[in-house]
């Protein structure tokens, strides 16, 4: 398969995360043989510096013009701290999912076996957890009307959803449900928004269409507490832009690392693929970085274009560094390992044959990977 790439690194540990996604791409390409062709482009607070501009006109004509986009992270502590800047980088990340068309955004909470102990929660509590997140991407209170008055003392973020907003991704949601564990639970705050109540009475009718999936609607503030205490009842959990923002963050305790969660954001025409972490700036340049959740997100890119082994050859090499303690310190605070060297050794479990050719004592103590 020969596929166009376009990669956004943007902001922060953007680039060095990318990097290593890239590479894992390459290894599978070199593997399978499979050309994938990669053009950068910038977004966010480094197009801002060069071009004036949060999403240059040149890196929007790419994306549209390509198979996927790979991206990174956006975000800069000079556009956090100035709550008066009228131009930041999130904005061209909001505006290139509108205009992609990018109104599903799906996170796949899965935690490792040799991870379960990094995580907050009890072992027992989490342990076969496997549930999956569709988040609406493009509606809601982060693209309706904002105000603000004059003297800054009051202002407004409207929360408006369309029928065919709702639609197309309930859809969605209701069909990865049939290839899984057939229930789908709707998160909303019903009793109060009447966006909520809108969102309930068309994913109840929208259930009718699909017999064989169990359909239950929660409120979101219950939900914010059973992810933590019981996340094993949940399959496919359906909501919109700002309840699936704030949950699936929450659901980074389960994984025990914001740095393992990825994500990829689908439209009818265009598909995008990141990790869901921040620009996290205090360590850009340290080689600190966990470069995984980006790894994983060219494996859910993978599987979106139908290379589902390619994309089980990428998690199992996840998984054979995991085992290893071939992890960055948010992981393991004593690692020796760097993102780069995180990077490398899941590129050469993928092009490795054999898995004998591993050495785990060298391993152990940083040395080469490879005999």
Known sequence: MNLKIAVLAGDGIGPEVILQAKKALYAISVAYDHEFIFEDALIGATAIEKTRSPLPEQTLNLCLNTDAVLFGAIGNPKYDNNPDAKIRPEQGLLRLRKELGLYANIRPIKPFKNLLDASPIKKEVIENVDFVIFRELTGGSYYGEKVINEEGTFASDICEYSENEINRITHQAFKAAQSRRKKVTLVDKANVLE?????????????????????????IDNVAMQIITDPKQYDVILTENLFGDILSDEACAIMGSIGLMASAS??????????????YPQAKGKN????????LSAAMLLQHFGLEKEAKKVYEAVEK??????????????????????????????????????????????????V
């Open 288 to 295: 600190i970085a966990n470069p995984i959740a980006s790894i």
């Open 321 to 370: 560094a995991i085992e290893y303690k071939v992890v960055t310190i948010d992981l393991n605070p004593g690692s020796r390992f760097g993102t780069n060297d995180v990077g490398d050794f899941i590129s050469n479990v993928i092009l490795s044959k054999d898995d004998l050719y591993f050495k785990n004592d060298n391993v152990q103590i940083g040395q080469s990977t490879i």
């Open 195 to 219: 966006t909520s109540r809108l969102w309930r009475k068309i994913v109840k009718k929208i259930a009718t269409q699909y017999p064989d999936v169990k359909l239950e609607c929660q409120y």
């Open 266 to 279: 689908i439209g009818d025409k265009n598909a995008l693929f990141e990790p869901i972490h921040g620009s």
